[in-house]
Nanobody, 116 residues
Framework: QVQLVESGGGLVQAGGSLRLSCVASGLSFSRYAMGWFRQAPGKEREFVAAISWSGGADSVRFTISRDNAKNTVYLQMNSLKPEDTAVYYC???????????????WGQGTQVTVSS
């Protein structure tokens, strides 16, 4: 059974930083592309960052990294803004993509709230 468990969310002031983590189990982690998406209330889910199995990355503002030895993908978020407030989801898929469809597995999400 595949599980993706996110952690590291919370409440932070604008301008602050957070590092999200996502630990994967039940899959060959090093063979999967990993992505971070977010969804704010009343809005569509949107791409945040993704990283291929080999470490190639694509991101909008934040830094994504992975540790294959720990089955973990990270999202370093700096200079946070109130509009970054959302539930952040980790996903695993066969290829790096900015779209949701290629991702087969999803975590339950972690809440990030940025106060002004």
């Amino acid at each position: 059974q595949v599980q993706l468990v996110e952690s590291g969310g919370g409440l932070v002031q604008a301008g602050g930083s957070l590092r999200l983590s996502c630990v994967a189990s039940g899959l060959s982690f090093s063979r999967y592309a990993m992505g971070w998406f977010r969804q704010a209330p009343g809005k569509e889910r949107e791409f945040v960052a993704a990283i291929s199995w080999s470490g190639g990355a694509d991101s909008v503002r934040f830094t994504i990294s992975r540790d294959n030895a720990k089955n973990t993908v990270y999202l370093q978020m700096n200079s946070l803004k109130p509009e970054d407030t959302a539930v952040y989801y980790c996903a695993a898929g066969g290829r790096l993509s900015r779209y949701s469809a290629p991702y087969d597995y999803w975590g339950q999400g972690t809440q990030v709230t940025v106060s002004s």
